[in-house]
């Protein structure tokens, strides 16, 4: 086991990680920008390193300062958290040429399955269903103008290395695609560094359904049930659910033994999650694989009792999986809501500053992970996440009862937040009859 883990990231994911290892008796080293300094959570570290500015490209994404932070700490392993340099392929090979474990996949792997275009190829080769679309990377405009009419459009227009949304463009006709195409290579050049783009049919009214995946270094690979992450805006997840409401008993099953094949396709190793997107008919489509631990992971640790953070130390130290796909029962229903500081009536304005006070609700089933607290500022320089809140009931209705009135008692001064906009979807029929798709948020937004 490792005896000291540094924690290359910030905030509620960082005092995450922190809890685990203290519960698995292993020293932490958290670094962080000037912009963190006064977080309280940084005093629950045995050792804290600030590793530069605010800006993240002079500290959370600075390899060298990251990697002398370790050295100086003597530490034996870093867990990128999620963001920043998590599912970065060259951090993870300096890492390995350091001789510090990397707690996440292979460097191949995070190279695989970073590259949108051959994590499809890669599922498709598995037989696992792929939204019909390239064949890899589409090259040339007319390739992509002769694909978009043999599969219809509306097409999505997706960058390589682009993922969760970013670089993806739609295209409802020809005109629109071949004007659409070099604008999202250019923009993916930009970004990603790649120009690659690739094409897929655009699934309409889909629910995106992401199974949980662990997997250790002895080839052992587990799915821990789904999330249900419909409830997004532009791309940024508000509200995760499990179990998701549309799911059939054979449908979870597929996706489940789906989710276990790709894992197992791309040698995968530690905590990882397979997207899918579900139509309306019940048919699920494989399109793209996170591999780091996610923002939602406490839905599942309250659905499993499964500690995921401490199974990714666990099993990064070369420990086999301490449970079968057998024992893993999800029970109940899961909500988890994210936190921000941001004005959902002005159009999800970020709204840093300091907060003045502070009142977290608790009670049956409810579980705030957060590292703010009063006299916390929230600098600007990163995302705007305040707090997770999950609940976990016997019943979604149960859950969504709980929610409305932890919400409730929340008490946030000094800045605004997103919990007005989930009070409105608690209390909305379509959540209630679980019948929310992609778009649900921003209608909701167009009916303000
Ligand atoms: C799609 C899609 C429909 N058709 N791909 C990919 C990344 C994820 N964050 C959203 N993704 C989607 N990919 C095809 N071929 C629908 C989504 C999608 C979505 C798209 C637009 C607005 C909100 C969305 C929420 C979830 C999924």
């Given amino acids: 086991m490792f005896s000291r883990v540094l924690i290359a990231s910030r905030g509620e994911i960082a005092l995450r990680i922190i809890r685990a290892c203290k519960e698995l008796g292993v020293q932490t080293v958290c670094v962080y920008s000037e912009a963190d300094a ?14 530069g500015p605010a800006p993240s490209a002079q500290s ?3 390899i060298p300062h990251i990697i002398a932070a370790a050295e100086v700490a003597d530490a034996d392993a870093i867990h990128p958290g999620y963001g920043f340099l998590s599912e970065v392929a060259h951090f993870a090979e300096v890492c390995h040429d350091c001789h510090i474990a990397f707690i996440g996949p292979s460097m191949e792997t995070l190279q695989l399955l970073g590259n949108k275009a051959s994590a499809r190829q890669l599922a498709k080769k598995a037989g696992v269903p792929i939204v019909p679309g390239s064949e ?6 007319e390739d992509a103008r002769e694909l978009a ?38 923009e993916a050049e930009a970004a990603f560094g790649n120009p690659a783009v690739y094409i897929e049919k655009v699934i309409e009214r889909a629910r995106h359904v992401e ?51 790709i894992a197992t396709a791309a040698k995968y190793c530690c905590a990882g999650t397979v997207e899918f997107l579900v139509d309306p008919d019940g048919h699920h ?52 809501c994210r936190i921000n500081a941001e004005d959902p009536a002005a159009g999800f304005t970020p709204c840093p500053g300091l907060i003045t ?5 608790g009670g ?5 992970d957060s590292h703010a607290h009063a006299g916390y500022r929230i600098p600007p320089n990163y995302d705007s996440l305040i707090a997770k809140l999950i609940v976990h009931r016997n019943t979604r209705e149960e859950a969504r009862l709980c929610m409305r009135r932890a919400l409730e008692e929340c008490v946030i001064e000094g800045v605004k937040t997103t919990i007005p906009l989930y009070l409105e979807i608690f209390g909305h029929s379509a959540f209630v009859s679980g019948k929310v798709d992609t778009s649900f948020v921003e209608n909701l937004e167009r009916e303000h």
């Fill in 38 to 51: 006064g977080a309280l959570y940084l005093s629950l570290a045995d050792h804290k390193i600030c590793i």
């Fill in 60 to 62: 959370y994404l600075n």
């Fill in 136 to 141: 890899g990377p589409i090259e040339k405009d």
């Fill in 149 to 186: 009419r043999k599969i219809g459009f509306p097409v999505m227009i997706k960058a390589a290395r682009g993922g969760g949304g970013r670089g993806m463009r739609r295209a409802n006709n020809e005109i629109a695609l071949v004007n659409h195409l070099n604008v999202a290579r250019a």
């Fill in 211 to 261: 199974v949980q995946i662990l997997a250790d270094q002895q080839g052992h690979v587990v799915q821990l049930g789904e999330r249900d992450c419909s409830l997004q805006r532009r791309h940024q997840k508000l509200i995760e659910e499990s179990p998701c409401p549309i799911l059939t008993p054979k449908l979870r099953r597929r996706l489940g033994d789906d989710a276990i094949r």
């Fill in 285 to 336: 489509y494989f399109i793209e694989m996170n591999s780091r631990i996610q923002v939602e992971h406490p839905v599942t640790e309250m659905m499993t009792g499964i500690d995921i953070v401490k199974e990714q130390i666990l099993v990064a130290a070369g420990n086999k999986l301490s449970f079968r796909q057998e024992d893993v029962k999800p029970q109940g229903a899961a909500i988890e």
């Fill in 357 to 361: 006070k502070l009142y977290w609700p």
């Fill in 364 to 368: 049956p089933g409810v579980r705030v």
